[in-house]
């Protein structure tokens, strides 16, 4: 009965290709984010969508496209990968906007060799 | 000036101590405030919200000080399981929201 998964847990690949991670939760939430946290640990927003909605579009390359099929999922496309975007990735989600609580998903650790 | 601050730490106290965290927020009209706790390698789990008159849970305590636009977490009595990273989040107008760069506690026996 997870409430916020990711797929996958870890992710290694090469500089270049292209992949994605999944996220779901079962929360009935309506607003669901990406975050990534570098290797200094910052936590830093990168989109949101609310009702399937774009809503927070922050400063991030446009090699990164979140699609939201639904309000269960927000999935992460990442093209042309490159040596700086190793991170964690957390996808979270909550019941409105952010004035409440945000529940996250267990992180996807990706490397780019 | 960042929209939040922390100071990083680390904070290394002893069991039973009692230790205290401040986050300061630029934007004069944040209306919400939360603590998180991030545990290594782990996501970030919601510890509490910070309300205008103050919240206590347990041996966690949180205040807000809008006139000097900051929020604290004290936690009395530490224990060893106290050990992680804290998180402030500060919400702006405009569905913007910030997380802190966390500070990080350890609790030694």
């Known amino acids: 009965d997870t409430a916020v998964s990711q797929t996958p847990k870890y992710l290694v690949t090469q500089m270049g290709n292209d992949k994605s991670i999944k996220c779901e939760q079962n929360?009935?939430?309506?607003?669901m984010y990406w975050y990534k946290q570098d290797s200094k640990k910052f936590l830093k927003i990168m989109f949101s969508y609310n009702n399937k909605e774009l809503i927070i579009n922050e400063t991030v390359p446009n090699r990164f496209s979140p699609k939201s099929p639904d309000k269960a999922h927000l999935n992460l496309h990442i093209n042309s990968l490159e040596l700086g975007d190793s991170a964690v990735y957390f996808c979270?989600?909550?019941?409105?906007?952010?004035?409440?609580?945000?529940?996250f998903g267990p992180g996807t650790r990706l490397t780019v060799l | 000036r960042k929209e939040v601050e922390q100071d990083p730490g680390p904070f290394n106290v002893p069991e039973g101590a009692t230790v205290a965290f401040n986050c300061t927020y630029s934007n004069s009209a944040s209306q919400s405030f939360f603590w998180y706790r991030q545990d290594c390698r782990k996501e970030p789990k919601l510890l509490m919200s910070v309300y205008s008159s103050g919240n206590e849970d347990g041996r966690f305590t949180a205040q807000l000080n809008r006139a000097s636009q900051y929020i604290s977490l004290l936690i009395r009595d530490s224990k060893l399981s106290d050990s992680a990273t804290y998180l402030c989040?500060?919400?702006?107008?405009?569905?913007?929201?910030?997380f802190g760069t966390g500070t990080s506690l350890t609790v030694i026996p």
């Open positions: 979270a989600s909550s019941q409105g906007l952010a004035w409440n609580t945000q529940y």
């Open positions: 989040v500060v919400n702006y107008p405009g569905n913007q929201f910030y």
């Open positions: 929360l009935g939430h309506d607003t």
